[in-house]
């Protein structure tokens, strides 16, 4: 298959990209900064187009590659990918779901008990030989807390079946009930909102999804109330956020992504009530590994013949 010719949106994993160049023609995309000229010269080539969180395919790439048939994104989320587009042209998509869900909702629960008990604080604490002078101060319970999650996709799903071993009553909103979950249903994000302490963004990016998470229900969160964002930044009125934090109308936020990656608003470095990590709630060695392997296998079973193993268009 040496001479079919794949396009890697992006830096993103060496096993991946060790792998794709054994099978494939490999364009790394970033070694080329003038697009247009790579794109004259390349495009009659290149028949898959590797993409991910950060760079996918969008109309004016797809509209570029004529003799593009496969997207294959090395995420869950599918956001960067002009779906519409595709579906037109008749070009495959496929993502990498289920073999990141523990880690993702893994890493959920560890922002929360990293807001809510203050570990990176404490961390520091120790380290700066604080703690001779005095015990860290009293931070706040997280067993039992009310956790509300917006999406109970897989991932959601596996959020609440962690916080419910934390003993934490789970709510949730989604477009419609699930007629086989017993955990509560709220219609409107405000509602869930204000009626949990911690709410838990899980949803995917949609364009009905974006700014879900705004200034009102911020307010219903409330000022003990806590944001775990482990979807996407633009999934929140960045701006209203930090703001709200930093006014003190809401209680604290543990967020993995951002609405610019990777830039994080400054205003939030200064603030004592967040957790901000930089987008690696899928990034342990096994997920990533398994993430890639799921990549190649929908790319060997497209260019085989065969059929894919996540297909999504
Ligand atoms: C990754 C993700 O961070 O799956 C997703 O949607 O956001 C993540 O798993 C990313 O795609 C890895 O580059």
């Excluded at 496969?70 to 990918?81: A, E, H, Q």
């Excluded at 419609?176 to 409107?188: F, G, H, I, L």
């Excluded at 998470?213 to 911020?218: K, L, M, P, T």
Aim: include cysteine.
């Amino acid at each position: 298959m040496e001479s079919i010719g794949v396009l890697l949106a992006c830096p993103m994993n060496s096993y991946l990209e060790e792998e794709l160049t054994k099978r494939y023609n490999l364009f790394r995309f970033w070694n080329f900064p003038d697009r247009t000229q790579f794109l004259s010269q390349h495009s009659n080539s290149i028949r898959a187009v590797v993409g991910n969180a950060f760079a996918g395919a969008d109309a004016a790439l797809i509209d570029a590659l004529p003799k593009l048939e496969i997207v294959s994104s090395f995420s869950v989320g599918l956001d960067k990918i002009d779906l519409g587009k595709c579906k037109e042209r008749g070009i495959k998509v496929t993502n990498t779901p289920d073999v990141l869900t523990d880690d993702v909702a893994d890493l959920a629960i560890g922002l929360m008990l990293a807001v809510l008990r203050r570990i990176p604080q404490c961390d520091l604490y120790v380290r700066n030989g604080l703690w001779k002078k005095g015990d860290f101060r009293l931070t706040t319970r997280f067993s039992g807390k009310r956790v509300g999650i917006i999406g109970l996709g897989r991932i959601g799903a596996a959020v609440a079946k962690r916080a419910e071993a934390f003993d934490c009553p789970i709510s949730y909103y989604s477009r419609t009930k699930k007629a086989d979950s017993n955990y509560t249903y709220y219609p409107s994000v405000i509602e869930l909102a204000s009626n949990c302490d911690i709410l838990v963004v899980a949803c995917a990016l949609t364009e009905e999804t974006r700014h879900i998470v705004n200034r009102e229900v911020i307010d219903a969160l409330g000022p003990k109330g806590v944001l775990i964002n482990i979807g996407r930044g633009p999934h929140v009125d960045e701006p209203e956020l930090v703001k709200a934090l930093s006014e003190g109308r809401l209680g604290g936020a543990g967020l993995d992504v951002f609405a610019n990656e990777p830039h994080v608003p400054e205003e939030l470095f200064k603030l004592d009530n967040v957790v901000l990590l930089p987008h690696v709630a899928s990034g342990t060695e096994e997920t990533r590994t398994d993430m890639a392997n799921l990549v190649i296998g929908n790319l060997e079973a497209h260019f085989n013949g065969k059929p894919l193993l996540t297909p999504v268009v």
